[in-house]
């Protein structure tokens, strides 16, 4: 159990475009999902946090204009990067934490690789 | 907030041999401590955690330990296989609701 997809698994868009992706939990119910951004050969930093049915909390330095995070529903979280740049260009990682399980585990999705030209 | 410190950010070990990672921690309210297993172009894979309330715990080739006092906790794998190549990071968590904070994470290589 606790699986997390994501969706695309990669995405090659032109700059001044914008992407989603999504995030789901496959055989839960996700109550939180995180979003995180990894850069070659470095840790995963955190971007924000997300509840479902409120506004995503950004962490200090992320434009919440720029990454726009929708939690609708128990299982889908999408982060959109708007006006794409190819700074942006990373690899975006998803987490998510289910109602009825430790509310420390965490269970992370494959990842999606996003490149800007 | 918290900080992860992980040491060292690579280790090369022979096939066989025991490899240790160390992380420590600057929360002392801390009490969830995962360790994660990544190998190229994935996304972490959950490989053993540990709560404050235990000082170790093992599952099969891999056991974590845990030192409150020093707020430091360690990954030990024994029996090193080509297939455990990959990055590993660790990582802490002081709050429940609150997002895992990781280490820079590890370039573990063996050779056979």
């Known amino acids: 159990g606790a699986v997390v997809s994501q969706h695309p698994s990669r995405v090659i868009c032109k700059s001044g475009t914008s992407v989603k992706i999504e995030c789901r939990s496959l055989d839960f119910q996700a109550t939180t999902m995180f979003w995180y951004r990894q850069f070659p050969k470095q840790s995963l930093m955190l971007m924000a946090t997300s509840n479902e049915g409120s506004k995503a909390t950004y962490e200090q330095g992320v434009e919440k204009d720029k990454f726009l995070i929708n939690h609708a529903s128990l299982t889908l979280s999408t982060l959109t990067v708007t006006s794409a740049h190819p700074e942006d260009s990373s690899f975006y990682i998803c987490s998510a934490r289910g109602t009825g399980r430790s509310n420390n585990e965490q269970f992370f999705g494959p990842g999606t690789r996003l490149t800007v030209l | ?112």
């Open chain 2, 1 to 112: 907030g918290e900080n992860v410190e992980q040491h060292p950010s690579t280790l090369s070990v022979q096939e066989g041999d025991s490899a240790v990672i160390k992380c420590t921690y600057s929360d002392s309210a801390s009490n969830y401590f995962p360790w994660y297993k990544q190998e190229l172009g994935k996304g972490p894979q959950l490989i053993i955690d540990i709560r404050s309330n235990v000082g170790e715990k093992k599952d099969q080739r891999i056991a974590v330990t845990l030192n409150k006092t020093a707020k430091h906790f360690s990954l030990h794998i024994t029996e090193t296989q080509p297939e455990d190549s990959a990055v590993y990071f660790c990582a802490a968590i002081s709050q429940a609701g609150t997002a895992l904070i990781f280490g820079k994470g590890t370039t573990l290589s063996v050779s056979s």
